[in-house]
């Protein structure tokens, strides 16, 4: 199968941002915040190699599928027109299932 190009929905990119700030806020180092978001990013881009390798996940909503990443995080996406489009990124802790089926936000602490 052909490379997809890889997309990014307004959520994904505010999720990754969230990332960022708590792994800022954590590390207290923004070199170790930008690598790691950059490292899921990476993740991200890897999905357009093989676009249909990841886990289904209709329950969540028709044609979502999810990849992990380094056991901290999941990311959601979408295969539409030959694109990947990155959905969401959940880390550390959130309930990920109930958010998109209108559970609500986390709001406790994360454990990247």
């Known amino acids: 199968m052909r490379r997809f190009p890889v997309e990014y929905r307004p959520e994904a990119i505010a999720d990754l ?3 960022f700030e ?3 806020h954590k590390s207290g ?3 170790t915040a ?9 993740r991200c881009e890897k ?3 093989a676009p249909l390798g990841g886990v289904k996940r209709d329950d969540l909503s ?3 599928r999810l990849v992990p990443f380094e056991r901290s995080a999941v990311i959601l996406y979408r295969v539409e027109n030959d ?3 990155i959905v969401n990124v959940f880390a550390g802790g959130r309930d990920y299932a109930a958010i998109m089926n209108g559970g609500g936000n986390y709001d406790g602490e994360r454990t990247i």
């Open 47 to 49: 999905v357009g190699n």
């Open 22 to 24: 708590y792994v800022l």
């Open 17 to 19: 941002d969230g990332i």
């Open 34 to 42: 930008i690598r790691f978001t950059d490292r899921i990013y990476n």
């Open 83 to 85: 694109t990947v489009w």
């Open 29 to 31: 180092d923004v070199v």
């Open 62 to 64: 028709v044609g979502i």
